[in-house]
């Protein structure tokens, strides 16, 4: 079981930058792949990033690609989003989610999600 906490959110203007956390529980954190993905009001979830389990392995949405950081720290349990030249269309809530293999780009694969933390972009 991986219980998974983000955050990091809020209101920044447009161009500006935000990182998002998310702390993991759980001794096998090292052993999962990680995502971040992110739903906007009346919008189905979305892909953002994902991450191997060493950090070795990493894949982007197009829409973020060249803005969006995704790393992680084993040592702290813990997998960023490093979020620059935020636009209004990144407004939505994000949301950190968790599998036991490999990196993988498709919502239901991954077994568990955090609460999420809202992104608000203003123009």
């Known amino acids: 079981q991986v219980q998974l906490v983000e955050s990091g959110g809020g209101l920044v203007q447009a161009g500006g930058s935000l990182r998002l956390s998310c702390a993991a529980s759980?001794?096998?954190?090292?052993?999962?792949?990680m995502g971040w993905f992110r739903q906007a009001p009346g919008k189905e979830r979305e892909f953002v990033a994902s991450?191997?389990?060493?950090?070795?392995?990493?894949y982007y949405a197009d829409s973020v690609k060249g803005r969006f950081t995704i790393s992680r720290d084993n040592a702290k349990n813990t997998v960023y989003l490093q979020m620059n030249s935020l636009k209004p269309e990144d407004t939505a809530v994000y949301y950190c989610?968790?599998?036991?293999?490999?990196?993988?780009?498709?919502?239901?694969?991954?077994?568990?999600w955090g609460q999420g933390t809202q992104v608000t972009v203003s123009s």
């Open positions: 991450i191997n389990w060493n950090g070795g392995s990493t």
């Open positions: 759980g001794r096998t954190f090292s052993s999962y792949a």
């Open positions: 989610a968790a599998r036991p293999s490999a990196i993988a780009t498709y919502a239901p694969r991954y077994d568990y």
